[in-house]
């Protein structure tokens, strides 16, 4: 059976880098609280790498550690390892990482939780490679987001995928025997001229609906045309249509508390890209 979600990446793995904008900025967010954690990390694991974009950058803050980039997608990889050919690359599943018990110093995930079926079951894998001593330091998308587009469908089918909220994903952690989480969230806003354009954005990020069922025919385009035109209520002042996007970062350690000095959460606010 061929994974969605692989299917979908690997789609889009050459022109990627174009449209990902949203996830280069989540991802300079995510490096910026890595900063604070006073550690000489030797064995990083980037989950969800896609591209390279922030292996890239881990591979700048810490040149002397030996980095594994894992996505499910192998097109992606191959995109990656064109940019970092001194880096390691692996194409696996996150619930079933080939990593050995407790080798590694600081994991890293940026936007890749809200893809999975089984958040705890990652988390628990996450745990397994972590030494007590190390690290993790992940974002994953909110229930907020694109609310607008959820709220535009006047059908009964769900077009746009369930996320998680913070207390859940606090929850997973925690059972997963991870340290201290923390976790704090952020909104970010998009906007478009037009309602499709957001979705061709969506398309070529390789976004997919995994509760999507197939429709087709007359009521499926007039189900289309009635989200285009429910969508128009939310034109703000400048005639442009919004797409929020909510964020949710967290940070967990091993087993054994390190000597870190304190993170800060900071002040929820809104960004427009």
Request: aromatic residues 10%; hydrophobic residues 40%; glycine residues 4%.
């Amino acid at each position: 059976m061929v994974n969605k979600t692989s299917q979908a990446f690997n789609h889009v793995a050459t022109t990627y880098d174009q449209w990902s904008n949203l996830q280069k900025a989540v991802g300079e967010d995510l490096l910026e609280r890595i900063q604070w954690l006073k550690i000489n990390p030797q064995r990083i694991l980037d989950i969800g790498a896609g591209t390279g974009y922030l292996t890239k950058k881990l591979s700048q803050q810490y040149e002397n550690a030996d980095i594994y980039a894992i996505d499910i997608a192998l097109q992606m990889l191959k995109q990656a390892s064109q940019q970092l050919p001194s880096q390691h690359f692996v194409c696996a599943d996150a619930t079933q990482l080939p990593i050995a018990n407790a080798s590694i110093d600081l994991l890293v995930s940026n936007l890749m939780l809200q893809w999975c079926d089984d958040i705890q079951m990652v988390f628990t894998e996450f745990a397994r490679v972590l030494k007590p001593n190390g690290a993790i330091f992940f974002s994953t998308f909110g229930p907020d987001t694109l609310h607008e587009l959820r709220q535009s469908w006047t059908d009964d089918v769900a077009h746009v995928n369930s996320f998680l909220d913070m207390h859940n994903v606090g929850d997973a952690l925690l059972q997963a025997n991870l340290a201290d989480p923390v976790l704090d969230v952020d909104w970010f806003q998009l906007t478009y001229k037009e309602a499709k354009h957001l979705l061709l954005d969506l398309k070529n990020i390789g976004s997919h609906n995994n509760n999507s069922q197939n429709r087709s025919g007359l009521l499926g385009k007039n189900n289309f045309q009635a989200m285009l035109k429910a969508y128009e209520k939310y034109r703000n002042s400048d005639g442009l249509l919004p797409a929020t996007y909510e964020v949710i970062y967290g940070h967990a350690l091993g087993k054994q508390l390190p000597s870190v000095d304190t993170i800060p959460i900071k002040q929820v606010k809104f960004k427009k890209y």
